[in-house]
T-cell receptor, first 114, second 114 residues
Framework: AQKVTQAQTEISVVEKEDVTLDCVYETRDTTYYLFWYKQPPSGELVFLIR??????QNEISGRYSWNFQKSTSSFNFTITASQVVDSAVYFCARMTSGTYKYIFGTGTRLKVLA | DVKVTQSSRYLVKRTGEKVFLECVQD?????MFWYRQDPGLGLRLIYF???????EKGDIPEGYSVSREKKERFSLILESASTNQTSMYLC?????????????FGPGTRLTVT
C-alpha cells in the first residue's frame, strides 16, 4: 500500500516556540493531492490545506506554513509562535486523483504548554 | 457554513445488538465516507459512497454495512455489534470535482460495545 508516514507520534513545545510536523508519503501516481487536518480535543477534524502534485509552491497562512517537496515526498507543516490553542492531533493525508479516497497518516499529537 | 452532522456523540450498545449510525450533510456533496479512528492506527476507511445507492468497500468493511437512499444521508450499520467494534466513528463528505477534494467531517460518534 502507498503509505503516509507521520513519524512523530507526539510533540511537546512551550508556547511561542516554532514546531514542524513531518509528513512523508509513498506514491506511484503522477497526479495526487495532499492534505492536512487538525483534530482538536472536541474530536471534529478540521480541514487546513490542500495541495496538488503539480503545485510545489510553499504556502503561508498566518502562523501556519507548509513545505511541499516532491523530491523527498514530503509535505511538512510548521506552526510559528505556537499557542495553547494549537494543541491537537494533526493528520496528513494523500489522495490519488480520481479516487476520492484518502490514505491518512497515523497523526501527530501536538501539546503546547503555557 | 458547511455542515456534517452525526446522530449521536456517544452510544453504548450490547454485544449482538444491531446498531445504526446516521450521518447527514447539507453541502450537496456526492461523496460520503465512514471511518473508524483508533489510537495509533489513525483513520481507517470502512465504506465509501460516490452517489445515491452506490457504495464501495474501504479497508476494513468486515462486520459493517451501509445504506445511502438519499444524497444527503449515509448510514453505517453494525449488524451484530462486537466488543472489537468499540471505537470512534467519523463521517465525512466531499465534492466530486473542480479540484476541491477536501473532506468535511462530522463531530464523531464514540461507540462502546459491552
Amino acid at each position: 500500500a502507498q503509505k503516509v508516514t507521520q513519524a512523530q507520534t507526539e510533540i511537546s513545545v512551550v508556547e511561542k516556540e516554532d514546531v514542524t510536523l513531518d509528513c512523508v508519503y509513498e506514491t506511484r501516481d503522477t497526479t495526487y493531492y495532499l492534505f492536512w487536518y487538525k483534530q482538536p480535543p472536541s474530536g471534529e477534524l478540521v480541514f487546513l490545506i490542500r495541495r496538488n502534485s503539480f503545485d510545489e509552491q510553499n504556502e503561508i497562512s498566518g502562523r501556519y506554513s507548509w513545505n511541499f517537496q516532491k523530491s523527498t515526498s514530503s509535505f511538512n507543516f510548521t506552526i510559528t509562535a505556537s499557542q495553547v490553542v494549537d494543541s491537537a492531533v494533526y493528520f496528513c493525508a494523500r489522495m490519488t486523483s480520481g479516487t476520492y479516497k484518502y490514505i491518512f497518516g497515523t497523526g501527530t499529537r501536538l501539546k503546547v504548554l503555557a | 457554513d458547511v455542515k456534517v452532522t452525526q446522530s449521536s456523540r456517544y452510544l453504548v450498545k450490547r454485544t449482538g445488538e444491531k446498531v445504526f449510525l446516521e450521518c447527514v450533510q447539507d453541502m450537496d456533496h456526492e461523496n460520503m465516507f465512514w471511518y473508524r479512528q483508533d489510537p495509533g492506527l489513525g483513520l481507517r476507511l470502512i465504506y465509501f459512497s460516490y452517489d445515491v445507492k452506490m457504495k464501495e468497500k474501504g479497508d476494513i468493511p468486515e462486520g459493517y454495512s451501509v445504506s445511502r437512499e438519499k444524497k444527503e444521508r449515509f448510514s453505517l450499520i453494525l449488524e451484530s455489534a462486537s466488543t472489537n467494534q468499540t471505537s470512534m466513528y467519523l463521517c465525512a463528505s466531499s465534492s466530486h470535482g473542480q479540484g476541491r477534494y477536501e473532506q468535511y467531517f462530522g463531530p464523531g460518534t464514540r461507540l462502546t460495545v459491552t
